[in-house]
C-alpha cells in the first residue's frame, strides 16, 4: 500500500515561490542565464505563468475532492487508489486544463 498527501497549502506555497521568481525577472534583479541558460527573461515569465496557471488549476481540483473524516486515522481525507491521483492531476478547472502525460 501506499499513500500520497497533496494539499492546496502546498500548492499556494509553490504559487508563491513562482509569484518571487517572477518579481526577481521583472525586476531585473536576476537574469534568466542564472536559472535557464539561454532563456529570454520574457519567455521564462512566460513559462512561470504557464506552470501557474496549470498550479491554480490543481488547486482548484485538490479543492473539489470529496473529503471524509476516517474513523481509523481521525483524519479528514479522500480514501481511494493511487491511481485517484492522476485523475486529480488531469480534470483540471476553470483556470486551464488538467495536467496529463504527453
Do not use: W, Y
Amino acid at each position: 500500500a501506499a499513500s500520497f498527501e497533496l494539499r492546496a497549502p502546498d500548492v499556494a506555497g509553490a504559487l508563491e515561490e513562482l509569484d518571487d521568481a517572477f518579481d526577481l525577472l521583472e525586476q531585473g534583479m536576476c537574469t534568466s542565464e542564472e536559472a535557464l541558460g539561454d532563456m529570454t527573461p520574457e519567455q521564462l515569465m512566460t513559462h512561470i505563468n504557464l506552470l501557474k496557471r496549470n498550479l491554480l488549476s490543481l488547486e482548484e481540483s485538490i479543492h473539489s475532492e470529496p473529503l471524509q473524516k476516517d474513523p481509523t486515522t481521525d483524519r479528514t481525507m479522500t480514501r481511494a487508489p493511487g491511481s485517484q491521483i492522476l485523475q486529480i492531476f488531469a480534470r483540471g478547472g476553470k483556470n486551464g486544463q488538467g495536467i496529463v502525460a504527453k
